[in-house]
Each structure stands twice: as structure tokens, then as C-alpha cells.
């Protein structure tokens, strides 16, 4: 039993010991914890960036549908007599817009190229003539 006891004080002992003892970290801890906050550092910037990408394209869609609803309403009120097109240029980027007339009203294809992108966002809707 004495002996149980002799070993449970050495090791706390040891253990309180090496505890006392330390006064700083090794270079492998620093190197480690360094390495630790790199990558979750690195891991926060591509979430960060990712989501603002996200937010852009959710703010373009906005806009360009938007802009469709407003071509769509002029274009319910104007007499299906000959095709219209256009182009403007916003914040956003380079908008083209072409509609043609057809048996039963106008076929619209509206598209956005954005700024930061090569690839349009395309809309297309069909719009009934006034009668």
C-alpha cells in the first residue's frame, strides 16, 4: 500500500515538475500552431471570397430581371408591328436586347454580359400582343 502511495506522489510529483519546469514553447509547438492558423486563415479567405462571388451574381440576376420586367411591360403595351432590339451599358455590364414579333406576340431574349465574366446571363420570355 506504502508503495502505491510512493508512486502516486513521484509521478504527480514528475508531473508537477515538468509543469513548473516549462517556461516556453519549443519551436516545433511554434512552427505547429503557426502552420495551424495558416490553414484556417487560408480556409477563411476562400470562404470569404466565395461568398462574395455568390453575392455578385445574385445582385447581377437581380438586375437583369429587373430590367426584363420593365422591357416586358413596355413591350405589353406596344402593338405587335415590327421587331425591336437595343443595347445599354450599366454598372453591371453590357446588356442586349432583341425582340421579335410573332403569331402571338413578341419573343424576348434579353442578355447581360457582366463585367467580371465572359459568360452572359441570358433571359428569354414570351409577352402576348395588346389586343
Do not use: Y
Amino acid at each position: 500500500m506504502a508503495a502505491v502511495t510512493l508512486l502516486r506522489a513521484r509521478a504527480h510529483t514528475l508531473c508537477a515538475m515538468t509543469l513548473l519546469n516549462r517556461r516556453a514553447f519549443t519551436l516545433v509547438e511554434v512552427l505547429v500552431a503557426l502552420m495551424m492558423l495558416g490553414v484556417g486563415s487560408a480556409g477563411l479567405v476562400a470562404a470569404l471570397t466565395g461568398d462574395r462571388k455568390l453575392r455578385d451574381a445574385s445582385a447581377a440576376q437581380l438586375f437583369a430581371a429587373g430590367r426584363t420586367r420593365a422591357r416586358i411591360e413596355m413591350l405589353a403595351l406596344l402593338p405587335c408591328s415590327a421587331d425591336a432590339a437595343g443595347t445599354t451599358g450599366s454598372a453591371w455590364g453590357a446588356e442586349r436586347w432583341h425582340a421579335s414579333v410573332s403569331q402571338s406576340g413578341w419573343s424576348l431574349t434579353d442578355s447581360l454580359v457582366l463585367v467580371r465574366s465572359a459568360v452572359p446571363l441570358v433571359i428569354q420570355a414570351r409577352v402576348a400582343c395588346p389586343d
